[in-house]
């Protein structure tokens, strides 16, 4: 299977952190290639299946390339089954458009009884049905295939079309002309001038089987699933492809219409019948939703020994007046449902449990399963979302386990099957350090993820740290947003908070000088340098804020930073701190709004030796400066401060600033205990509730005069 070809674009997940190819071990390169295709592989299921990527092209794009180098520098490691080894599916514009006569519906979902139970009252109250009037439904199994429209004029295949986005779809009629299934020329007499007939193409499990043991004899990839085979098949551009793939076709609808065939689905279904087109087996005629509920459940039986894959019931209303009354809403009929079967469960083993680290540090184990096919899909990883989960159902390495995926999210492990536990096993021992950096993984009290402490030095997280010591209440460096950031960290300009400071000195030589960068000029380069020099003098609180460090945002960090004064006292006492030094802990915690989470915090921070480096080096090019000292006799000293709605002069964040400069606590909700509420423009519940407990409020320019700054 591959993707649509499109231009591959640098900085996607690998290349920004990964060792170059040439650098690992083999056993390294081939623990990473087993890594990479299983995860391109689910990311094509993603994208094939369900039309539903759960990533970027780029990053896409950046796996494959990766996969691809890795390959190269060992030939020997590459699998006859590798995603890069792609089977080549045809790019879209190969084929021509074809508009819909009337647009290819889809259906809306029900997935229990109470959804179908609903359904049946909708219709009911839409047609106004009195209780004793019955309401017949044809319930038919829903196809796991794909739907395609065929125009038949007098009784001839005039043209085959996929679905597409409903409206236009893909001119595959040489390629349907191959299909046995599909009459050319429709049988009987009365034929409709014209008629669009809908029904799904699909590929039995038995065939789906043998083709991909086929694939595996003569060493090429390995399909996904019979839809996606299907699929596949079907958009050949060489026809005598399509021919030698085993494809079938269901007919359950039609489209345009020169002249009306029945007055009943079934009746319907039965004159497609009649001119020589297959309709599903296992349909039948409902007088009520009890006979809807039990095909359903025969369904469910039968559903593991049906020669095809079926991943519902649609239930459609048997009358056709009535389901042209009903009409569709939006994408899709009133007049039908599709009624989907439970998650679909399956066993497979464990091979092995990774850790996988999320862009804040959170460390997710993740399942790597022997590969199997459950609710359409080749799955071959599962979350395990945290070590609780791991402990509570006592999932090991090497464990039999029964997974499932429930619609369309990531396959769960529902429980282990205890008597295929190996002897040897040991419980999973979770790592307390980072997989990515080797730093502390802690876990504070009352969470359930385990973090890495690495923050700055974590290849996982370092974009992320980067972004937010640019960001608003940090650095704020103009010019220096998250895109630049993102696109700095790939081609390697900017790792740790210190290179942006030497980006200047450093520039040409990792790769070509800014100014010649796509998207730079020699002027918007050398703003950005204006603007980081800009920042080498900055007030503590934002430099203590930038680092980002768990729990201490701008506020935590203000408090620090008066505590403190300047950097460096902060920064010895931090240390200190974190050696376990009771004084300075004790110091710590006497400051009002500093408690043990915060302590906490600091401690892991400056814990690590990386972080202090990360500071240290930062401090090289920068100068925090103390906060203004705070004034004592200042009217609103030790006063409690709630601003609300929007301030003219100055943003909320500034005129915080100010107020705390001038001794004053900022507090975010009022209460009895507020001093003083500052309403600007479009103060809402917060200036009512003010007035209700008697605390005055002030308007904007009131609040500047009682500071004493011009209004
Ligand atoms: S009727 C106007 N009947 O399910 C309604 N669809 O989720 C058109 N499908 O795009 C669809 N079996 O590809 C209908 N017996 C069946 C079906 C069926 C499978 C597919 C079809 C459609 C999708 C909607």
């Not at 009903?326 to 079967?341: E, Q, T």
């Not at 690495?454 to 998250?482: K, M, T, W, Y």
């Not at 943003?651 to 909700?669: C, N, Q």
Request: glycine letters at 8%; a neutral charge.
């Amino acid at each position: 299977m591959t993707r649509k070809p499109r231009a591959t674009r640098r900085g996607g997940k690998p290349p920004a952190n990964a060792a170059s190819p040439g650098d690992l071990t083999e056993a390294q390169a081939r623990r990473e290639i087993a890594r990479l295709s299983e995860e391109i592989r689910q990311h094509d299921a993603h994208y094939f299946t369900r039309d539903a990527p759960v990533v970027s092209d780029a990053d896409y794009d950046a796996l494959k390339q990766r996969l691809i180098a890795l390959e190269e520098a060992f030939p020997a490691l590459r699998q006859a089954d590798s995603p890069t080894q792609t089977i080549g599916a045809p790019p879209a514009a190969a084929f021509s458009k074809v508009r819909h006569q009337v647009p290819m519906l889809s259906l809306a979902n029900g997935f229990s009884a109470d959804d179908i139970a609903e359904f049946f009252g909708r219709v009911r109250r839409f047609l106004g049905l009195p209780p004793e009037t019955g309401l017949e439904v044809v319930a038919e199994p829903k196809i796991d295939g794909l739907s395609l429209s065929l125009r038949y004029e007098d009784g001839r295949l005039a043209q085959a079309a996929t679905r597409g986005d409903g409206e236009t779809g893909e001119d595959v009629t040489a390629n349907v002309m191959t299909i046995a299934d599909i009459p050319h020329t429709l049988a009987g007499k009365n034929l409709p001038r014209q008629i669009e007939v809908r029904g799904e193409v699909y590929m039995t499990r038995d065939d789906f089987l043998a083709l991909n043991q086929a694939q595996k004899d003569a060493g090429r990839p390995l399909y996904v699933n019979p839809r996606n085979t299907a699929a596949g098949s079907l958009r050949q551009i060489d026809p005598t492809i399509t021919a030698s793939r085993p494809l079938h076709f269901f007919a359950y609808a039609w489209g345009a219409l020169s002249a009306p065939q029945a007055s009943t689905q079934m009746a319907f279904l039965e004159r497609l019948e009649e001119w020589g087109l297959r309709r599903s087996p296992h349909t039948r005629l409902c007088q009520d939703e009890q006979q809807a509920q039990d095909h359903y459940d025969a369904l469910v039986r039968l559903r593991p020994d049906l020669p095809f894959d079926i991943d519902g019931m649609v239930l459609k209303v048997n009358r056709l007046d009535w389901q042209g009354r009903l009409g569709a809403v939006s994408r899709s009929p009133r007049w039908a449902i599709a009624w989907k079967f439970p998650a679909e469960q399956t066993r497979t083993v464990v091979e092995r449990i990774t850790i996988q680290v999320g862009r804040t540090g959170a460390l997710t184990p993740v399942a790597m399963l022997r590969p199997v096919t459950v609710g359409g899909v080749v799955v071959s990883r599962a979350t395990l979302h945290n070590e609780d989960e791991i402990a509570r159902k006592d999932i090991r390495e090497g464990d039999t386990v029964i997974i499932q995926r429930a619609g369309d999210v990531i396959p769960q492990v529902v429980s282990v099957v205890l008597d295929k536990r190996p002897k040897d096993s040991r419980p999973y021992p979770f790592p307390t350090t980072c997989p990515e950096c080797h730093s502390h993984a802690v876990r504070e009290d009352g969470e359930v993820v385990r973090r890495c402490t690495g923050g700055l030095v974590c290849p996982a997280q370092a974009v992320e740290r980067l972004r937010h010591f640019v960001s608003r209440n940090a650095f704020d460096i103009e010019g220096l947003g998250e895109k630049q950031i993102e696109a700095f960290f790939a081609d390697g300009r900017i790792r740790t908070p210190a290179d942006i400071f030497t980006l200047e000195t450093r520039d040409g030589q990792i790769g070509p000088p800014l100014a010649e960068r796509d998207g730079w000029g020699k002027t918007s380069a050398g703003n950005l340098f204006q603007a980081i020099a800009a920042r080498r003098r900055m007030p503590l609180d934002r430099f203590i804020n930038a680092l980002g460090i768990r729990h201490v945002g701008l506020t935590t960090a203000r408090v620090l930073a008066r505590r403190y004064g300047d950097a460096r006292s902060w920064v010895v006492a931090m240390t200190e701190v974190a050696g376990g030094n009771e004084a300075a802990k004790a110091g710590l915690l006497d400051i009002d709004g500093i408690g043990e989470t915060v302590a906490h915090a600091l401690a892991d921070f400056f814990g690590e030796d990386h972080n202090l480096d990360v500071v240290n080096d930062l401090l090289q090019h920068v100068t925090p400066e103390p906060l203004a000292v705070v004034a004592k006799d200042s009217p609103v000293a030790g006063k409690t401060i709630v601003f609300t709605g929007t301030l003219a002069r100055m943003s909320r964040d500034e005129a915080k600033a100010r107020a705390e400069a001038l001794g004053a606590h900022v507090a975010g909700s009022v209460s009895a205990r507020t001093d003083i509420v500052v309403a600007g423009e479009k103060a809402g519940s917060k200036a009512r509730r003010a007035a209700e407990l008697n605390v005055q409020i002030l308007s904007e320019d009131e609040w500047l005069t009682l500071v004493g700054e011009e209004a």
